[in-house]
């Protein structure tokens, strides 16, 4: 099962949108409604922030949302804030035997 | 609410086993699937295997030849064995609940580990 795919990073002004992209195949982005995204800040353990493509757990801003076409699921942070600066993973179901994270994405504030 | 509290050594030696436990505060082992991930310097997030209440287990194919991942749920913990370590294995290692719903959450603390002679 090879990782789903990810921009190394994207960047954005205070207030701008950005957003992520997480490519996958038929066998998992594609095949499941089960892509989830997760936060990382350096030297910390990550954090959900969406689940089943587009649904936010408890406490997690309405900034943050999850959209999917086809392969690939995309998660989009608008009115970016400083805090949001981090790493981003996405994961997809892929089958019962196995789990698969995307590469990682870094996203600088400007 | 949840929460995973993990511990084991953090220096190896190349061609020893690494060792990792990760408690369940809060919540009941029986249900849900438990799961490593490791995440190297710098690098992103890789996973390792898993292990149900019941102790079936699924494992990276990557290192299905040296891992076992098992539960004690007298003491409502799972744990991690890596044999033959070396450098490569140098990472921080994380153990999270897999959810129902499809998501890993919460996850442990992170452990980090060395192998180095």
Same mark, same amino acid.
């Given at each position: 099962?090879? &990782?789903?795919?990810?921009?190394? %990073? ?9 957003? $992520?992209?997480?490519?996958?195949t ?5 095949g499941?409604?089960?892509?989830s995204w997760?936060?990382?800040?350096p030297?910390?353990?990550?954090k ?5 493509v587009?649904?936010? =757990? /408890?406490?997690? =801003?309405?900034?943050? *949302?999850?959209?999917?076409?086809g392969?690939?699921a ?15 993973y996405? %994961? %997809?179901? #892929?089958g019962p035997?196995?789990?698969?994270f995307?590469?990682g994405?870094?996203v600088?504030v400007? | 609410?949840?929460h995973?509290?993990q511990?084991? &050594? ?8 690494l060792?990792?436990?990760c #408690?369940v505060?809060?919540?009941s082992? *029986?249900?849900? /699937?438990?799961?490593?991930i ?7 997030l890789q996973?390792?295997?898993e292990?149900?209440?019941?102790? /079936?287990? $699924? !494992?990276?194919? #990557?290192?299905? *030849?040296r891992v ?11 744990s991690?064995?890596?044999?033959s370590?070396? &450098?490569?294995?140098?990472?921080? !290692? !994380?153990? #999270? ?5 499809? !998501?890993?959450?919460?996850?442990g603390?992170?452990?980090?580990v060395?192998?180095?002679s």
């Open positions: 099962q090879s &990782a789903l795919t990810q921009p190394r %990073s994207v960047s954005g002004s205070p207030g701008q949108s950005v957003t $992520i992209s997480c490519t996958g038929s066998s998992d982005v594609g499941y409604d089960y892509v997760y936060q990382q800040y030297g910390k353990a990550p959900l922030m969406i689940y089943d587009n649904k936010r =757990p /408890s406490g997690v =801003p309405d900034r943050f *949302s999850g959209s999917k076409s392969n690939t995309s998660l989009t942070i608008s009115g970016l804030q400083a805090d949001d600066e981090a790493d981003y996405c %994961s %997809s179901y #892929a035997y196995t789990r698969v995307g590469t994405t870094e600088t400007l | 609410q949840v995973l509290q511990w084991g &050594a953090g220096l190896l030696k190349p061609s020893e086993t060792s990792l436990t #408690a505060y809060g919540g082992l *029986s249900g849900f /699937s438990w799961n490593w490791r995440q190297p310097p710098g690098k992103g996973w390792i295997g292990v149900t209440h019941r102790g /079936s287990t $699924i !494992y990276n194919p #990557a290192l299905r *030849s076992t991942i098992s539960t004690d749920t007298s003491k409502n913990q799972f991690l064995r890596l044999t370590v070396t &450098a490569a294995d140098t990472a921080v !290692y !994380y153990c #999270a609940k897999f959810d129902l719903r499809i !998501y890993f959450a919460p996850w603390q992170g452990i980090p060395t192998v180095s």
